[in-house]
């Protein structure tokens, strides 16, 4: 079911995922092939202006998530909406108004292409403005994003990470879409130069109202951009809500247990290692996950119930959910954030 409405408002949601699953099958044709649930049943929504942060460990879905709500990869089931409007399996209007900022700016970027090329791919593509027009508007792109209009004729070769990002974010700004899909977009770059992207990304969202999905390891970084945090494991959401409630309260105990493996620089916040969180165990197979709740095989406040009833999102406060049976009997410790 779709997380509760932090706001509630007449205008449509910019972006609106409803119960998106996605499966892959695994193994040679033709053999005994398994199948891994990549998703399962995840729903989310933003505000134009909103930013929405997703964490969890590698392999939880938040990539293939990434791609689905770009038109990358089509879901097995559910569907998305734009500005109320469904958007079924239109990639092209898809890609229309949302856009992606990739992982990695070394890859990303055809390397036979001039900036220019790249930047106005989308505009070509889409068949916007005369050569001219796609041309200046490149100029613009590249003034946003604080890099000199007289570098269009550069190849990416000749940029360093951080500027080939910059790149990528004027591409995918291109098209002046509603959603920006960012995954692990500072993930590949210097940690000197990581900041200086994010607070570009933060800035522009501001400036220009548009909706952003980011998805990082960091959660640092992701406290520091998100206005809301959707946690995710093993393929489903464990819980969202604003990003203070998830960092300062944890409800759901796998939430707890992230947080309190983060690193803190604040002397005042940091925690004694006896006050810790360890999970016990490896996460489950995909292929073979638990039943009930996904997690219960490692949390530590675990009962019978975890391991037979799936636990649906429910509210914990306001815009705040989490998938958990014991979230509102056995409210979380503030001491664990």
Not at 19 to 44: H, I, M, Y
Not at 98 to 108: A, H, I, R
Not at 128 to 148: F, H, K, P, Q, Y
């Amino acid at each position: 079911m779709p997380s509760p409405d932090p706001t509630p408002s007449a205008e449509p949601w910019a972006l609106e995922a409803t119960d998106l699953r996605k499966t892959f099958a695994t193994g040679r044709a033709g053999l005994r092939r398994t199948k891994v649930s990549a998703v399962d049943g995840v729903s989310l929504r933003l505000r134009a202006g909103e930013s929405l942060g997703i964490v969890g460990e590698s392999g939880c879905g938040k990539s293939t998530l990434a791609r689905m709500l770009v038109g990358l990869e089509s879901p097995d089931s559910g569907n998305i909406q734009i500005a109320g409007r469904p958007i079924g399996d239109n990639r092209r209007e898809l890609s229309r108004h949302v856009q992606m900022v990739f992982q990695d700016p070394y890859t990303s970027l055809d390397p036979r292409m001039t900036v220019q090329e790249l930047i106005s791919e989308p505009l070509t593509v889409h068949r916007i403005g005369t050569a001219a027009e796609r041309r200046d508007r490149v100029a613009e792109l590249l003034r946003l994003v604080g890099l000199s209009p007289e570098m269009m004729a550069r190849y990416p070769h000749q940029f360093s990470g951080g500027q080939r990002q910059r790149i990528g974010i004027a591409r995918a700004l291109a098209l002046e879409p509603r959603v920006l899909i960012c995954d692990e977009p500072v993930s590949a770059l210097d940690v000197s130069v990581q900041a200086q992207v994010v607070n570009l990304l933060r800035d522009l969202q501001r400036r220009m109202g548009i909706a952003l999905v980011f998805i990082a390891h960091d959660l640092s970084v992701v406290r520091h951009i998100a206005d809301r945090t959707a946690v995710m494991y093993l393929g489903r959401l464990a819980e969202t809500g604003d990003t203070a409630d998830v960092f300062d309260s944890p409800a759901h105990p796998y939430t707890q247990a992230l947080l309190s493996a983060s690193p803190v620089v604040d002397p005042t916040r940091r925690r004694r290692l006896a006050d810790r969180i360890v999970l016990a165990g490896d996460p489950p197979n995909p292929t073979n996950p638990p039943s009930g709740c996904r997690f219960h095989t490692r949390c530590h406040i675990a009962v019978a119930e975890c391991a037979t009833t799936q636990p649906q999102m429910l509210s914990v406060g306001g815009g705040w959910a989490a998938a958990c049976h014991l979230a509102q009997r056995e409210p979380a410790d503030s001491s664990t954030s």
